[in-house]
């Protein structure tokens, strides 16, 4: 599948934190010939393992994480008015409330129900409220019912996700709605469709984790449950543009950026880094001196430490429906985690534990 | 209903200082528990054992702690400065007594501002335990007090200082009165201490247990009060099922599976989205390799207030609802 068509796919699928059943599903389908099992686990996460060729035995395990949740409503309140009826809602996750004026969002109610997010006119608001975001207090989702049908077919509680087809602009950008974090799970399906041609001795554990962007819920869960001897993280971060702090950011179709900071063991740092220049890969440093708000957070501290890594792909309008990505960085992430775990060896893990203990060796610092 | 009620929400707990909550919780439940204990925490643990092959474990949690204050420093004139043990809102305090361990009753006043209608923060605010100097204060730095208030029942109306969450045990003691002996999965119910200040208790004993199902009982707010922030929970709907607090997504199958069993059981329910707040259902959620979390609320006015109300045909409810989902299967 061409890299556009599978980011199509993953983004219009729907997921919100919480209700990643859609996309897990659609995700397990697509890896289920890639590796050698799949299961969708008590919280909701997609978790594929694909067994390494390493004859020591337990094998050693990398985890690979990539949320599957996205942004999303629910429904706080179903309100009348002269018979018709309108839904009141809340956001699942870090909602750009600026943005959701003029949004379209399905219902998954007793059917789904797409309904716009539509509010009055600036100029017709109260003074105080001109000119200014609209709240979930002046917000409505209207799916054009009268009150009677809405109360038959939509609760309270019910799950709403955006609906926004992914477009093609110029080059090979992209833009649309949960390319964060569809982004990073179409690099880890291009990932486990690479390893296919690789030799790798480590077992392999793809999650696509549920509930990230509230509470890293999937990475507690899964790095707790899958014994992981390291992790990654992959996510997306933002990308350098007008207005932004360019000299922090990565630059959009510059190839992925690894996260360095509190999170990351700067031996997996370091495998991702050799692995890039193995491939002639240009990549970036981000560094994240308190943590970057991602899955890494959650898999570090999980069972007795799990050393972790972080790819980022960048991302531009993160939080909003118009994400944008460059396909060539989604491409890069897959191949860079591929080789990466391809040259992974029974010499790995004993390393690892002697470089936290060498500091004055600058080149081990990820520099 | 009312005398044991009485018992639980009169009694003194705030978070950390749960003895006194345990040693009267467990005489009640003893009859109906195969085997009970008591964790390094504090925890209080009911364990209902079955024969059933491959049953699920369900961990049902109610905190037994409560908002308070702890006293950090004496004045030379017996006074007492102090902090909060958990969600406790400034506006709440003038006026308003603590009792400590002891029994010692505190009044709470505040410092002299010309600007009367503010609301001063909890660092201005003092205890007055009738001290006149340090020699004669019975309280030290790092004694804890609960608020002080008397329980009435007003028709279906309970009010009290800590119907949050003494109303959760008084849901938890009564379904195990009635659960058949046979429950069908392997159950433990927590009387959970620590949750005011972090669902710490509940967290413990999550990762003792590793449950594949974790009910918290808990209140929730309400929207039907003047002026109240938009909620479409009632006093006197039913029971409420947890969809979504803020620290916590509840598990979309058991949801469901809730909703069914209200339904097949008649009982009146609603459905809440709780905008601020979590349970003891957050730490079940993340503990070891995660459990199916959910919660049913209490519906609540004046939440973290020394009145909080609950209407007594909610709490019927919720008992029935919860006995309903133990003695079934739970398919998710």
């Known amino acids: 599948m061409d890299t556009f068509d599978l980011l199509k796919r993953l983004t219009e699928t729907p997921g919100p934190s919480g209700n990643e059943h859609a996309i897990a599903a659609a995700l397990q389908e697509m890896w289920r010939p890639l590796v050698d099992e799949t ?252 943590g970057a708000g991602t899955d890494a957070y959650a898999l570090q501290t999980a069972r007795e430490g799990i050393p972790t890594g972080l790819v980022e792909i960048p991302l531009r309008y993160m939080h909003t429906m118009v994400e944008t990505a460059d396909t060539g960085d989604v491409e890069r992430a897959g191949r860079l985690l591929a080789e990466m775990i391809a040259r992974l060896d029974d010499a790995f893990l004993p390393n690892l534990r002697e470089e936290l203990m060498r500091p004055d060796n600058r080149k081990d610092n990820g520099q | 209903m009312n005398d044991l009620l009485r018992s639980l929400v009169e009694a003194y707990g705030p978070s950390g200082f749960e003895d006194a909550l345990r040693d009267l919780i467990r005489p009640l439940v003893e009859p109906h528990a195969d085997d009970i204990s008591v964790d390094a925490m504090g925890n209080l643990l009911v364990h209902k054992s079955t024969a059933a092959a491959g049953a699920l474990k369900v961990m049902i949690a109610a905190h037994i702690d409560e908002i308070g204050v702890m006293a950090t420093h004496i004045t030379e004139k017996g006074f007492l400065r102090f902090t909060n043990i958990g969600g406790v809102m400034p506006h709440t305090l003038l006026g308003n007594r603590v009792r400590f361990a002891d029994g010692t009753i505190g009044v709470i006043g505040v410092d002299h501002s010309d600007d009367r209608g503010a609301i001063q923060p909890l660092s201005k605010h003092f205890i007055d335990v009738g001290a006149t100097g340090r020699e004669d204060c019975p309280v030290r730095v790092g004694d804890a007090a609960g608020f002080d208030r008397a329980f009435v029942a007003r028709g279906n109306y309970l009010t009290a200082k800590s119907m949050d969450d003494r109303i959760g045990c008084y849901v938890a003691i009564e379904a195990l009165r009635r659960l058949p002996a046979d429950v069908p999965h392997d159950v433990t119910f927590v009387f959970s201490v620590q949750e005011e200040v972090g669902t710490r208790g509940a967290e413990a004993a999550a990762n003792r247990i590793l449950p594949d199902v974790g009910i918290a009982l808990d209140v929730t707010r309400t929207g039907d009060v003047p002026e109240a922030k938009a909620m479409s929970v009632s006093l006197g709907d039913g029971p409420a099922i947890k969809v979504r607090d803020s620290g916590m997504i509840a598990h979309a199958g058991l949801v469901r599976l809730m909703r069914r069993r209200a339904e097949e059981a008649g009982i009146r329910y609603q459905m809440e989205v709780l905008d601020g707040g979590s349970t003891d259902a957050r730490s079940m959620q993340v503990a070891g390799p995660g459990c199916a979390a959910g919660c049913i609320s209490i519906p609540c006015r004046y939440v973290h207030s020394p009145s909080e109300t609950v209407d007594s045909r909610d709490v019927e409810g919720c008992i029935q609802l919860l006995v309903a989902l133990l003695s079934g299967s739970i398919d998710l």
């Open chain 1, 39 to 290: 299961t969708i686990d008590r919280v909701g996460s997609l978790v594929a393992i694909k067994r390494g060729a390493g004859e020591t035995e337990p094998r050693p395990r990398i985890l690979l994480a990539a949320h599957a949740d996205e942004l999303g409503l629910m429904v706080t309140n179903i309100v009348a008015h002269g018979g018709n009826g309108f839904l009141r809602v809340t956001n699942l996750g870090g909602v750009d409330r600026r943005h959701l004026m003029g949004q379209t969002a399905v219902v998954h109610g007793r059917e789904p129900l797409t309904g716009i997010l539509g509010g009055l006119p600036d100029a017709r608001l109260p003074e105080r409220e001109r000119g200014q975001a609209y709240t979930y207090d002046n917000l409505v989702l209207d799916v054009g019912l009268p009150i009677d049908r809405l109360r038959e077919l939509v609760s309270v509680g019910d799950f709403v996700s955006f609906r926004q087809p992914l477009r093609r602009l110029q080059k090979n950008r992209v833009a649309g709605k949960a390319l964060d974090n569809r982004a990073s799970l179409a690099a880890l399906t291009l990932c486990l469709e690479a390893l296919q041609a690789r030799r790798h001795t480590w077992d392999v554990v793809a999650v696509a984790t549920a509930q990230e962007e509230t509470i890293y819920l999937g990475a507690y869960t899964s790095g707790h449950a899958q014994r992981p001897d390291i992790a990654v993280a992959i996510d997306v971060c933002h990308a350098k543009g007008p207005g932004a702090n360019d000299g922090e950011l990565a630059e959009l179709g510059g190839g992925p950026s690894l996260g360095l900071g509190a999170e990351i063991h700067p031996a997996v740092h370091r495998a991702l880094k050799e692995a890039a220049e193995a491939l002639e890969m240009s990549v970036t440093v981000s560094a994240n001196a308190r």
